[in-house]
């Protein structure tokens, strides 16, 4: 058994979001941008946010919303930590971090060993960075993994997470390889792009739990 946490992301119905819970997941995300398959709108995020007991947390994915939608969403969903996926910068995060009582977190796609070092500029900005693939026609959810070995090598000063095409059947080597204290999949449990399959958020968790 590890003490990896587990996100399941891009969930947009009420069966996924209980399966999710249901597994254990500790963090839940709902993508809040129109062009991906995955978006719900505020309304829906904060009927799905509603079904979700205090033991698992809501994370609220944006991507380069400006101040006031941004304060909108937050207001709409009342999400336990706001992650951001787009050009936020670490000034904006940090004042947007010390303005609201929910976690900030990052997302920053990974190319090589420099992207770490890069990712320090978020030091003290926000309370996590989420690493992910850099290439990929969305700004996530393209299932697209990133040199593990790259995150095995590395000396962490920031809290972080692992994402990019994680799947049940590789989360557990991921965990592994890296020591990931926390570990993020979308596309890799669903059937088609947006429809997210109950089997497999199930399974993923189980196997991350096992690692
Ligand atoms: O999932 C999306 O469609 C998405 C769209 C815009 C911004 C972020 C998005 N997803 C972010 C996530 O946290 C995903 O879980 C992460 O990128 C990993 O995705 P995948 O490689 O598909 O597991």
């Given at each position: 058994m590890t003490n990896t946490l587990v996100k399941v992301c891009g969930l947009s119905t009420p069966e996924t979001v209980d399966a999710a819970v249901d597994a254990g997941a500790d963090y839940i995300g709902l993508v809040h941008f129109?062009?991906?398959?995955?978006h719900v709108t505020l309304d829906q995020a904060a009927r799905l946010r509603?079904?979700?007991?205090?033991t698992t947390k809501v994370v609220l994915l944006l991507v380069n919303e400006q101040p006031v939608p941004t304060a909108q969403a937050v207001d709409a969903v009342k999400p336990d930590v706001v992650q951001f996926h787009g050009g936020e910068t670490p000034e904006w995060l940090a004042l947007l971090k010390g303005a609201m009582p929910q976690e900030v977190w990052k997302a920053y796609g990974v190319r090589d060993a420099g992207s770490l070092e890069s990712a320090l500029k978020f030091r003290g900005a926000v309370d996590r960075v989420l690493y992910d693939s850099?290439?990929?026609?969305?700004?996530?959810?393209?299932g697209l993994a990133i040199d593990w070995s790259l995150l095995a090598a590395h000396r962490h000063e920031l809290a972080w997470g692992l994402a990019g095409g994680l799947t049940p059947d590789n989360v557990a080597d991921a965990i592994r390889q890296t020591g990931a204290p926390l570990v993020d999949a979308s596309?890799?449990?669903?059937?088609?792009?947006g429809v997210k399959d109950v089997d497999r958020i199930r399974a993923f968790v189980q196997a991350a739990r096992q690692a």
């Amino acid at each position: 058994m590890t003490n990896t946490l587990v996100k399941v992301c891009g969930l947009s119905t009420p069966e996924t979001v209980d399966a999710a819970v249901d597994a254990g997941a500790d963090y839940i995300g709902l993508v809040h941008f129109a062009p991906s398959p995955r978006h719900v709108t505020l309304d829906q995020a904060a009927r799905l946010r509603a079904r979700v007991p205090m033991t698992t947390k809501v994370v609220l994915l944006l991507v380069n919303e400006q101040p006031v939608p941004t304060a909108q969403a937050v207001d709409a969903v009342k999400p336990d930590v706001v992650q951001f996926h787009g050009g936020e910068t670490p000034e904006w995060l940090a004042l947007l971090k010390g303005a609201m009582p929910q976690e900030v977190w990052k997302a920053y796609g990974v190319r090589d060993a420099g992207s770490l070092e890069s990712a320090l500029k978020f030091r003290g900005a926000v309370d996590r960075v989420l690493y992910d693939s850099a290439k990929g026609a969305l700004p996530g959810g393209n299932g697209l993994a990133i040199d593990w070995s790259l995150l095995a090598a590395h000396r962490h000063e920031l809290a972080w997470g692992l994402a990019g095409g994680l799947t049940p059947d590789n989360v557990a080597d991921a965990i592994r390889q890296t020591g990931a204290p926390l570990v993020d999949a979308s596309s890799g449990l669903e059937s088609a792009p947006g429809v997210k399959d109950v089997d497999r958020i199930r399974a993923f968790v189980q196997a991350a739990r096992q690692a």
